[in-house]
């Protein structure tokens, strides 16, 4: 009797190779568990980062179609009246080639408010004439109406990492020297990127053109 008892209390323990055997598969199960869970939550982050992008970016671009469109370019803020690149009074091309890319606009808008876009350095808190700047700091794309308060154009979730205007002509078309007799256009250079950290930089890029629909008198 006492043999038999010995022999069921062997037979119902669990062996150390049968315990290692256990513990090993059930980490394996977990984290396999746990690689597909931290998977499902990145896809979720970039389906999300890409969805603001997407927002943000026909938002923008959208905005400036209907300001530009609508209104018209505002020489007069430019120095000298004539745009040049980062807003400075370099010597242009008045030839009727593009102007350099700037990081500033200037439009009237179609009830008359004036208004500047510009790219912001948030960590020197200034205008950013610089765009490759962007790449390794915080910018926004911002709007002042009238010269009053500010406002960011992009979400707290995107970051400008690039901002360029074309504007072509360097000069007002419509003031008594007629220097160009064609109709003043914009293309817009944008890359926005998602605020999710260096480990997926996730960016989107747009370039469209808009030409004003402004015909005074000459």
Known sequence: MEHETQNMKHESAFTLIEAIVAASVFALVVSSI??????????????????????NSRFIMDFFGK??????????????????????????????NDAPGTTELYIVNQAGDAEHFYLYN????????TYSNCQTVNCDLVLTKNSG??????????????LQFYTSPTSDPFSSAKNFSY????????????????????????????SELYYPSR
């Open 67 to 96: 300001e530009i469109d609508n209104g018209h370019i505002d020489y007069a803020s430019y120095p000298n009246n004539v745009i040049c690149k980062n807003g400075t009074a370099m010597p242009c091309d008045i030839s009727g």
């Open 122 to 129: 948030e960590n020197t808190k200034s205008i950013e004439h």
């Open 149 to 162: 308060t500010a406002s960011n154009l992009n979400s707290s979730d995107v970051r400008v990492t690039n």
């Open 34 to 55: 746990l690689g597909i869970y931290v998977s499902v939550l990145h896809l979720d982050t970039r389906t999300r980062a890409q969805r603001t992008l997407a927002d």
């Open 183 to 210: 109709q003043p256009q914009v293309t817009a250079v944008l890359e926005l990127t998602a605020n999710t950290g260096k480990r997926d930089q996730i960016k989107i890029n747009l370039q469209s053109t808009f």
